[in-house]
């Protein structure tokens, strides 16, 4: 058996590849600002005694992002997958911030 020279990979290929992790380093990135800010608004909350959940907020979210995604040509669903995902983990830390503040 022979071994077959490596395939090389194709200058557009390697572009794009690098678009992508521009965009990932952005995304990351924003992701991290995002966290800053819900951490004060569960600091907030905690302080002036609010549930850590606000379902009206979430649905107006959910409402806004779907037709974002709609005008960004982004799948809908995806985008509100992706909010509740971002919804639950800062709902999570806001119950951590408010058992630290009742504490």
Not at 52 to 60: I, L, T, Y
Not at 66 to 72: E, M, N, P, Y
Not at 81 to 96: A, C, G, P, S
């Amino acid at each position: 058996m022979t071994e077959s020279a490596p395939i090389e990979t194709p200058a557009e290929l390697i572009e794009l590849r690098h678009s992508i992790d521009n965009i990932d380093a952005a995304v990351i990135h924003l992701l991290a600002e995002r966290f800053k800010c819900t951490r004060k608004v569960g600091e907030l909350k905690a302080k002036l005694t609010m549930p850590p959940a606000d379902p009206m907020r979430e649905a107006q979210q959910i409402a806004r992002l779907r037709s974002l995604a709609v005008t960004a040509d982004l799948d809908p669903e995806f985008a509100e997958k992706f909010l509740n995902f971002l919804v639950k983990e800062v709902i999570r830390h806001h119950e951590i911030i408010r058992e630290k503040h009742s504490a």
